[in-house]
């Protein structure tokens, strides 16, 4: 039934397409050569009645009429309708071709968990088979032309093996008024339920595989016969068919010769029987795949299928069932170099080994070294960019922030801007560079930064007079020992000994940094930041060895270090300020 044409094109050649064009079985000069033999009989008679008739008055008549049709046929969208219409038949004839079941499936899985070469398991594969076959030749028999006319009846399908005796009296015995086509498929799901009964079906698993394929299968068939039921809507079809009729109809007229208007085609209209051939053959195309199960040329052959599923199904359950050839080493097992051997007349087709298109290029040896990816060297300036024009934009201008050496020295944390990096909940800023390069130090930094600041803001609070120990660096001592009890502290004294020394050493080292003058200008005021930071770390080195000395006495002698730390710790930072 199908016309099969794929060994001429499997290679493209000058005279392979030509040769299809000569073909007649299943051609579109099968499909129009009545139509087409209909339109030029008709425009032929036309043409002679008009050329040889009509005088005076009624040729002027024929010949307005030949101007009108000629001028108004191109308002039919024909070319729209007509494409949007065989797009919509193609698909559906696609998807009902890939809606065809095939128990092939079914028969390899019943082969592989219904074990045994008794008669028990040997009548169960082969009748679930069967009966899967069965049901598709009835769903077939309602819906396919040839099929129908093949088992016209259910004596038919008993007498071709398909269906037994007994079977057709139960069918028979189901008064319903609707297709019985499922039947067979319930016996099937019926049939296995039994075999996992039975226990030839091993497991809960491989039981439920099956079901879902018995199902798939009959799901098939429901697709099959639900296309059959519900087609394209006739109204459309309808159109489709109407706008081509009526198009042609007009050319009949609109394209007759007339020797003085410029409307018409020649004589011979050689470009109206052209586009007769190209719009009626797509509309024929589009008859002819509307419903595949008929006696077309293109249309599918369910009975040849029908054969190949019943045949093939029971070789697979039955004739190849644990029928394996012996397990011999093949030709390959010692060699780790397979060569696989070509014929001379497929040697052409052989091309080597299958390599990437850029395994060949070269890279040249200096061009082979990692560079960091310009798009993000650029970020990184631009970053660095911004950040110094929003450190001079909050303290004015780059060399009015640094003019004076005490804010300098009092505040580093705001002029410098590796120190100033934190943001609103005091967390250190990662820069770009920092998240590409991977920067070590960065939770060093932030450490440096935060006991930074925290030690500024303790000695700005102590030297208004304020309570030294809730803030800053007071905070990082432990809330176990603040819950403590208040005994005294016995080596009060000692502390305030040891913390005496960084006092006067940083009460130093401020004093000479605010008695410069502070007119010095920009090159002093850049190296303000590289003391600062060395004054703040030898602060933070001093303040962390009282707390650790101090922490370490409470715990000794069981009392509370913090009123020590407090007082000592306000001690130091007054004379710091």
């Known amino acids: 039934m199908t016309v099969v044409y794929s060994p001429e094109v499997a290679t493209v050649s000058f005279f392979g397409f030509i040769k299809l064009l000569v073909r007649w079985h299943g051609s579109i000069y099968k499909l129009l050569w009545q139509d087409f033999l209909l339109f030029a009989g008709i425009y032929t008679l036309l043409a002679i009645f008009y050329h040889q008739f009509l005088t005076g008055i009624h040729e002027s008549r024929f010949k307005e009429m030949i101007e009108y049709c000629n001028k108004y046929q191109e308002k039919i969208p024909l070319s729209f309708i007509l494409g949007f219409y065989v797009t919509a038949v193609m698909s559906r004839w696609w998807e009902q071709f890939n809606s065809l079941p095939w128990p092939s499936r079914l028969a390899l899985m019943l082969t592989s968990h219904i074990r045994g070469q008794d008669e028990r398991s040997r009548l169960i594969r082969r009748t679930i088979v069967r009966y899967m076959c069965l049901g598709y030749v009835m ?15 259910l004596n038919h399908i008993v007498e071709a093996g398909f269906m037994l005796p007994n079977e057709q009296e139960t069918i028979d015995l189901l008064f319903t008024p609707y297709n019985k086509y499922y039947i067979p498929f319930v016996w099937a799901a019926t049939l296995l339920g039994q075999a996992r009964k039975e226990g030839r079906i091993n497991n809960d698993y491989a039981f439920q595989v099956l079901l879902d394929e018995i199902n798939a299968f009959r799901g098939k068939a429901q697709k099959l016969f639900n296309s059959d039921w519900v087609t394209i809507p006739l109204v459309y079809t309808q159109v489709a068919t109407l706008a081509v009729y009526t198009f042609f109809f007009a050319s009949m007229v609109g394209r007759q010769y007339s020797k003085d208007s410029e409307a018409g085609d020649l004589i011979f209209p050689f470009f109206t029987m052209l586009q007769f051939f190209f719009y009626m053959g797509w509309l024929k195309v589009a008859e002819e795949l509307l419903n595949p199960f008929g006696e077309d040329d293109d249309d599918f052959d369910i009975n040849m299928l029908i054969d190949k599923n019943l045949k093939t199904s029971y070789l697979i359950v039955d004739e190849m069932h644990e029928e394996v050839p012996e397990l011999i080493k093949d030709q390959y097992w010692d060699k780790v170099e397979v060569q696989i051997p070509y014929t001379e007349a497929a040697l052409e087709h052989y091309k080597g080994a299958l390599i990437g298109s850029a395994d060949n290029i070269d890279v040249p040896e200096n061009e082979r070294q990692f560079v960091a990816e310009p798009s993000l060297l650029s970020l990184i300036k631009e970053e660095e960019g911004d950040s110094s024009s929003q450190l001079g934009s909050k303290h004015g201008m780059k060399v009015k922030a640094v003019t004076s050496h005490r804010d300098a ?26 998240k590409i390069f991977g920067r070590k130090d960065s939770q060093s930094k932030a450490a440096k930064v935060k006991d930074t600041q925290s030690t500024v803001s303790v000695s700005r609070k102590g030297s208004k007079g304020q309570e030294v120990g809730r803030s800053g660096s007071l905070k990082h001592v432990d809330r176990r020992e603040s819950k403590s009890s208040s005994k005294g502290f016995k080596g009060q004294d000692v502390l305030q000994k040891r913390s005496s020394e960084p006092a006067t050493s940083a009460s130093a080292m401020l004093q000479a940094s605010a008695s ?62």
Request: proline share 6%; no cysteine.
């Open 516 to 577: 410069q003058p502070e007119e010095k200008g920009i090159e002093q005021a850049e190296a303000a930041p590289k003391l600062s930071e060395a004054m703040v770390n030898n602060i933070l080195k001093k303040l962390n060895d009282i707390r650790f000395t101090t922490r370490r006495k409470g715990d000794r002698t069981g009392g509370s270090g913090t009123e020590a730390f407090r007082s000592n710790g306000q001690q130091h930072l007054k004379e710091t300020k």
């Open 139 to 153: 769903t077939m028999a309602s819906i396919s032309v040839p099929v129908r006319k093949r088992f016209p009846t």
């Open 409 to 434: 020295k009092l505040h580093p944390a705001e002029t410098d801007p590796e120190l100033s990096s934190l943001d609103s909940k005091g967390n250190v800023k990662m820069t770009l560079r920092d």
